[in-house]
């Protein structure tokens, strides 16, 4: 199975103690990188968190942010914490005695102060358990849109490699038409310029072309590789950065191809190779 990394799951899930929303983005990378966003009563999940999304995810930049909403009706009801209030109050009292034009004590600026307003606890264990199990539905979402996108680049892919494997096979049964075109283009040259060359400097010649331009090794190596991609194709485990090693070594054969090639059609058929193994690359970037 081929996953994409490109990817958005949205998961919203509602129980005793709240509603919990995930909002769920991926995009390629080298590896897996999570960035989290939680609310301040939920920071404690981070760790279970990084945990679950790395048991499902082996690659990609994983933005995870979660929102969540108390029941309507257990909203939280504050209370004062007196005796932050009356220490807080006090300081504000020694303060006004030591200022020559004291500001009125304001009741809404000693409320933001941390700790004066209090919530009733909330059971962290139930919060816990309500958000890692929405997190795991929106992991869900997540992989089959992963794997929805997966198949369409693995049609692609497939495509492409069979027009390269067709350009292969159609360049080896090319190549004693290519030496044959050379060795006419020689004679011919010879009769312009009246050259009067023994047979055996000729066929030195026509030796020498083949020993410089013999591709035959580029395209049983262009060849392994392609049978090797599809061999990675059906492994079941990530297969970006094997794919895209592939393709680097399928590039630098295409390229030497078209340096060693002295005939037309051959050196067409180089550049269209390196058109659809770039094409194939571009689409691997995005593969887990």
Known sequence: MIYSMTAFARQEAQSDVGTFTWELRSVNHRYLDISVRLPEELRFIES??????????????????????PPSE???????????????????????????????????????????LQTPPVDG?????????????????????RAAEGRRLAAFITQRCEEIEAIIVRVRAHLPQAMLHFRERLLARLEVVQADL?????????????????????????????????????????????????M??????????????????????AVELKVLIEQVREQIQNIE
Request: glycine share 4%.
């Open 48 to 69: 279970q968190l990084r945990t679950q999304v790395g048991c499902r995810l082996k690659r990609g930049k994983v933005d995870c942010t979660l929102r969540y909403l």
């Open 74 to 116: 257990q909203a939280p009801k504050f209370s004062l914490n007196e005796q932050v209030t009356r220490q807080l109050v006090q300081l504000c009292e020694e303060i006004e005695a030591l200022s020559h034009n004291p500001a009125p004590l304001n009741s809404l600026e000693v409320l933001r102060w941390p700790g004066v």
């Open 125 to 145: 264990e139930q919060l816990k358990i309500g958000a890692l199990s929405a997190l795991e539905e929106a992991l869900n979402q997540m992989l089959e849109t």
């Open 198 to 246: 023994e047979q055996g400097r000729i066929e030195q010649e026509l030796v020498l072309f083949a020993q410089k331009s013999d591709i035959t090794e580029e395209l049983d190596r262009l060849q392994s590789h392609m049978a090797e991609v599809r061999e990675v194709f059906q492994r079941k485990e990530p297969i970006g950065r094997r794919l895209d090693f592939l």
């Open 248 to 269: 680097q070594e399928l590039n630098r054969e295409a390229n030497t191809l078209a340096a060693k090639s002295a005939d037309v059609e051959i050196s067409q058929d």
